[in-house]
């Protein structure tokens, strides 16, 4: 059995803290300051214009964003693949701490590394993205598989939202310090990444001091890998009789392809397609929209306890198309595009604490949680691949990348439409 007690203050205050630790990769690495960093550094640039922005990748030629696309694609698949191999271990072992902390190390490390980007090695610089993307996702798959142990199915929603919360302060305050830094120091950025590092193993270990290690649910005698895979066989047989959760997770995993390249890409979009958005503005903007979302996360909240998970997710999306077509038709300028980032902002948090915590709510009582949300997250995952190929692809056909808003408005309609499906339940209807 487990040894977590549901609704234990300290031991949810020090779950949560995690997000405050880890959200800081999401922020400086792959929104605002290394964007900007790898536009810069991958393309020829004279006289404030850019002259090319192609780059060779074994004998290869890319856009520049179309290969980062392509890289941050393949990180998900890496993570598809292992995560749930190791889920199912960690529920037979009860080593979901030991994982998690492997996958941190892992990304902090990669993110370190970062501060030896450059062109002439582009190869290994793409690597430290690769890995810091697959160590910030992997250790994630075993946060998340937390929450149902920590804290009651009527206090997902808040608790989740606290996370998310914390996230959005604590890499708004570290990527405050960095600006200051970088603008009245003359700070090189590639420092930054390095704070980075040091702030995500840092603050982690208030996480790790007080999570256990998980408790040992299942025998590990003979080939436990085999017994991972055993165990996700048998959690799969199980979500195809729970239709409301097999209906939310199809919903998930489309609208997933929209939600994560829209905050993967954002940057890369608005340095390529906004006329005359400064990199100091750019960073601004990515900063309201930290702030704007922590405000989110607490309003879908209070918005679902009044009329349920479901229909709370069904106005985010809502509200995530019409902001897809007006980024397409209408955004061109630094004014358009703020306002933008504000309704993004809005519903950035949200979407993201209320879908955690409505697949929370919906599994059935268990023990073996990693599992379960191995396949939370393996929708997630997958769904981002194709996400980010899609965003890339389109980009290196067409040339540009506002027509490859358009795949993006496909996955939020469809989205939309598979989740009116789901049948109502007591938890999230």
């Known amino acids: 059995m487990s040894n977590l007690q549901k609704g234990n203050k300290k031991l949810i205050n020090a779950w949560t803290f995690y997000d405050w630790a880890n959200s800081s990769y999401p922020l400086v690495i792959t929104t605002a300051i290394f964007p900007i960093f790898y536009e810069k550094v991958t393309s020829v640039i004279e006289n404030g214009e850019v002259i090319s922005d192609t780059v ?11 290969l980062y696309s392509y890289v941050v694609a393949l990180s998900f698949i890496i993570v598809s693949v292992i995560s749930p191999i190791l889920s199912g271990i960690a529920d037979y072992s009860g080593s979901k701490k030991k994982f998690m902390q492997f996958f941190c190390l892992l990304g902090s490390f990669s993110c370190a590394s970062l501060y030896f980007f450059s062109k002439e090695h582009l190869g290994l610089g793409l690597l430290s993205v690769l890995l810091a993307s697959v ?29 998310f919360g914390m996230g959005y302060f604590g890499s708004a305050l570290l990527l405050i310090i960095n600006l200051i830094l970088i603008k009245v120091y003359g700070m090189n950025a590639r420092y930054s990444f390095i704070s980075v590092a040091v702030w995500w193993i840092g603050f982690a270990q208030i996480t790790f001091a007080r999570l256990p290690n998980g408790t040992k649910n299942h025998s590990s005698d003979g080939n436990v890998i085999f017994k991972g895979f055993k165990e996700l066989w048998k959690v799969w047989n199980e979500l195809k009789h729970i239709k409301q959760l097999k209906r939310f997770l199809a919903a998930f995993f489309i609208y997933s392809m929209g939600v994560q390249t829209v905050m993967l890409m954002a940057v890369m979009f608005a340095k390529k397609e906004i006329v005359g958005l400064e990199d100091a503005n750019l960073i601004t903007s990515v900063l309201l929209i930290q702030f704007v979302g922590i ?16 229909k709370a997710i069904g106005i985010t999306l809502f509200i995530w198309i ?5 980024t397409y038709a209408f955004v061109y300028t630094p004014n358009q595009f703020y306002i933008i980032a504000c309704s993004v902002g809005l519903v950035m948090g949200g979407i993201q604490s209320l879908s955690r915590s409505t697949y929370s709510k919906l599994l059935p009582e268990t023990e073996d949680n990693a599992s379960y949300f191995s396949f939370y997250d393996v929708c997630e995952k997958i769904g981002i691949v194709v996400g980010m190929l899609s965003f ?11 027509n490859s808003i358009l795949a993006l408005i496909v996955f939020f309609v ?3 439409f598979i989740l009116l499906t789901i049948p109502k339940t007591k938890n999230v209807s």
């Open 56 to 66: 060779t990748l074994f004998g290869t030629q890319f856009i520049n964003t179309e």
């Open 135 to 163: 160590g910030f996702w992997g250790s994630l798959v075993f946060y998340n598989a937390y929450l149902p142990e920590i804290a009651e199915p009527a206090d997902h929603d808040k608790v989740s939202a606290r996370g």
């Open 295 to 310: 405000a989110g996360s607490f309003l879908f909240s209070r918005i679902s306890n009044r009329i349920g998970n479901i």
């Open 322 to 326: 019409c902001i897809c077509v007006g």
């Open 392 to 402: 890339g692809a389109i980009e290196g056909i067409t040339g540009g990348m506002r």
């Open 414 to 416: 469809a989205g939309f």
